[in-house]
C-alpha cells in the first residue's frame, strides 16, 4: 500500500508539472510574439524567448498524459487511427525561404518584407489545414481472400469511405503494409476524388511463389492536395492474416507405376475374398485364358457366347507419407529452401490426390521439422483445407529422424497401407537413416518397407509436372 501510494503521489506531481510547463511554454511564445510585433527586444532574445516556449510546451504535452489525451480527443485523433505529418522537401525549402524572410523583417525593421511573410505563410498554413480536413471522417477497409496458392495471382481491395457531408476528399494515397517473412513491403493505391458520403474501391494485385503466412499490419491514408507542401496521413489498424498454401503438381503416371510396383514387392500378397474386393468395369466376350470363374452363364446363354465379367483392380488403399524437413546446421541457403518446398509440394499433391480419388481411404501424414505434426483421418474433400493448413506452416530442423516416426509409428497402420517417405537429404543419407533406426518390416524381411523419394530436382520431375 505505501509503495501504490508513492506511485499515485509520483503520477500526480507529473502531471501537475506537465501541465504547468505547457502553460509556462505558452506565456514565453506569446510574450516572443510581442517583442518581434513591438521589437522592443533584439532578434536573438526574441528567439530564444521562441525557442523556449516551444521546448518547454512539447514537454510538457509529453509529459501530462491527461493533457494530451484531451488534445486528441478534441482534435478526433482517437481510436484505431493515428494521424501524421510528414515535411516534404520543398515544404523545408519553403520555410527556409520563409525564416530569412521573417529574420530580415525583425533586423531590418521593414514592413515590405513581413507583408510578403505573411502572403508567403497563408498557403502553407492553408495547405496543411485542408490536407486535414481531407483526411477527417475518412475510414477504410481491405478485403482479401484468406487462402491463395503459391504462384497464384490475387487481387487485394482497399475501399476508402469518406463519412463528410460537403468536402469530397482529393489526391489520396493509400498505403498497406505487408509483412512476409522478414520482409516489410507496402503497397499504394491512389484514389483521385472519394465524393462526400460515399466510397471508391481500389486494389493491387500480389503473386506469392512461397508458401507461408502473410500478415496485415495497418493501412496509412496520405495526402498532400493542393499544393504538396505538406503530407498529412492517418494511420488504421486493420490487422489480417493470409495463408499460402504450398503449390500443388501433377503426379505423373510413372509414379503410380513406381508406387504400386514397390507396394507388391514389400507388401505379402492378399487373398481376394470375392468379387467386392474389385470394382465391376464391364461385360466382354470370353478370350481364351480368362479364368472360367468370371463367366457371366445367364448372360452368356442369352447372347449365345459366352461373355466374362471384366474388373478394375481397386487400388485406391490406404496411405502412411512421413516428410523428412532435413537442412544442414547452417543458416538456409537457396538450394536447401528449394529442396524443402519442393518435398512441401510433393506432399500437398499426394495428400489432395488421395482425398479426391481415393475417398474413404486412410490417410496417415507425419511431418519431421522443427515440430513434430501427425494427422490421421479419413481421406476426403472436407479434409483438404486442413492438410494444406498444416504443410503450409511446417519448417525444416537440422535434426536426425527420429526412429519412433518410421519405425513405431508406422506399425499401427494396417497391412495394406502404402509407405511413402519423401525427404530432403540424398538417397543414401535416407536408406542409411533408416537402417540404423532398423525400420525394418519383421512380415517380409525388408530392411526398407517405406517407398524412399528425394526432393532433389532430377527426382520429382520423372514423378510430379508443375501446375
Known amino acids: ?179 512476409i517473412g522478414r520482409d516489410n513491403l507496402r503497397a499504394a493505391v491512389l484514389f483521385t476524388r472519394v465524393p462526400p458520403k460515399s466510397e471508391r474501391t481500389g486494389h493491387y494485385q500480389m503473386r506469392l511463389m512461397n508458401r507461408g503466412r502473410v ?47 514397390a507396394e507388391e514387392v514389400v507388401r505379402p500378397p492378399v487373398s481376394r475374398r470375392g468379387a467386392f474386393d474389385d470394382e465391376f468395369h464391364r461385360l466382354r466376350e470370353y478370350r481364351p485364358g480368362d479364368s472360367p470363374r468370371s463367366i457371366h452363364w445367364r448372360t452368356s446363354a442369352r447372347m449365345n457366347s459366352l461373355m466374362v465379367r471384366e474388373f478394375h483392380q481397386h487400388r485406391d488403399r490406404d496411405l502412411l507419407i512421413v516428410l523428412d524437413l532435413w537442412q544442414p546446421s547452417r543458416d538456409v541457403l537457396t538450394a536447401d529452401s528449394d529442396l524443402i518446398e519442393r518435398a512441401v509440394s510433393f506432399v500437398a499433391t499426394m495428400c489432395v490426390r488421395q482425398c479426391r480419388q481415393a475417398r474413404d481411404s486412410g490417410l496417415w501424414l507425419a511431418v519431421h521439422g522443427r515440430q513434430t505434426v501427425r494427422w490421421t483421418g479419413t481421406a476426403g474433400l472436407d479434409v483438404i483445407d486442413a492438410l494444406l493448413e498444416l504443410l503450409t506452416l511446417v519448417e525444416s530442423t537440422p535434426d536426425q529422424l527420429p526412429g519412433e516416426l518410421v519405425r513405431d509409428w508406422p506399425s499401427q497402420a494396417p497391412d495394406a497401407m502404402r509407405h511413402v517417405l519423401v525427404t530432403t537429404r540424398t538417397r543414401p543419407d535416407a536408406e542409411s537413416q533408416l537402417n540404423s533406426i532398423g525400420a525394418a518390416d519383421e512380415r517380409t524381411g525388408n530392411n526398407e518397407p517405406f517407398h524412399v523419394v528425394t526432393a532433389d530436382a532430377a527426382s520429382l520431375s520423372e514423378l510430379m509436372q508443375w501446375n
Request: hydrophobic content about 45%.
Open 1 to 179: 500500500m505505501p509503495l501504490l501510494r508513492d506511485q499515485q503521489n509520483s503520477s500526480r506531481l507529473k502531471e501537475g508539472l506537465g501541465v504547468a510547463a505547457s502553460l509556462a511554454g505558452a506565456l514565453l511564445v506569446l510574450l516572443a510574439l510581442q517583442a518581434a510585433w513591438t521589437s522592443t527586444h533584439s532578434f536573438f532574445a526574441q528567439m530564444l524567448l521562441l525557442a523556449a516556449g516551444v521546448y518547454l510546451g512539447m514537454w510538457g504535452l509529453h509529459s501530462s498524459r491527461k493533457t494530451r489525451q484531451a488534445i486528441t480527443g478534441w482534435l478526433g485523433w482517437t481510436g484505431r487511427r493515428r494521424y501524421r505529418t510528414k515535411w516534404t522537401m520543398e515544404a523545408i525549402v519553403y520555410a527556409v525561404i520563409l525564416t530569412v524572410l521573417f529574420a530580415g523583417s525583425m533586423l531590418g525593421r521593414q514592413n515590405i518584407l513581413r507583408l510578403v511573410f505573411c502572403l508567403m505563410a497563408g498557403p502553407f498554413i492553408l495547405n496543411g489545414q485542408v490536407t486535414f480536413w481531407a483526411l477527417r471522417r475518412t475510414s477504410v477497409r481491405r478485403s482479401y481472400p484468406t487462402r491463395v496458392m503459391a504462384g497464384e495471382t490475387f487481387t487485394v481491395d482497399l475501399t476508402l469511405t469518406n463519412g463528410k457531408r460537403w468536402l469530397s476528399s482529393w489526391m489520396m494515397e493509400a498505403h498497406d503494409g505487408v509483412q
Open 215 to 261: 500478415e496485415f499490419s495497418s493501412v496509412r491514408i496520405a495526402s498532400r492536395f493542393p499544393l504538396g507542401l505538406l503530407e498529412r496521413a492517418v494511420v488504421f489498424d486493420e490487422p489480417g492474416e493470409l495463408l499460402v498454401y504450398p503449390r500443388l503438381g501433377q503426379l505423373t503416371s510413372q509414379w503410380e507405376q513406381k508406387l504400386f510396383s
